[in-house]
């Protein structure tokens, strides 16, 4: 009878390792999120669809879709990092480039 305690016991005890080393993976793969994936203005990980998904602006920097939508002018946008208009004539910030390079790497 003994034994069989000691036995599960110690199974219980793997289990909570094994869920702990688990939970720290999950947490470690969060703190991993590659900068480049992460939307500058917003810090949010730019996302296949969605105001999340990167787009390129004319002067060639990546903002999200929802950023586009909140600093877009009358038919410009004006990049927040190097003050370069992107025109929108005929055109929507839903209609700008995405940004394929960031969501692949
Ligand atoms: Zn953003
Ligand atoms: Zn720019």
Known sequence: MEQQTE?????EFEKTMTMKQREGKEEQK??????WKLCTICSEEYGEEGDR??????????????CCKMIVQLNKI?????RVDTQLIGRTVSNLPKNYLALSM
């Open 7 to 11: 036995i599960s016991l110690e199974k």
């Open 30 to 35: 969060k703190k991993e999120t590659l900068p």
């Open 53 to 66: 998904t990167p787009r390129n602006l004319d002067c060639g920097h990546t903002l999200c879709l929802g």
């Open 78 to 82: 004006q990049c927040p990092f190097c």
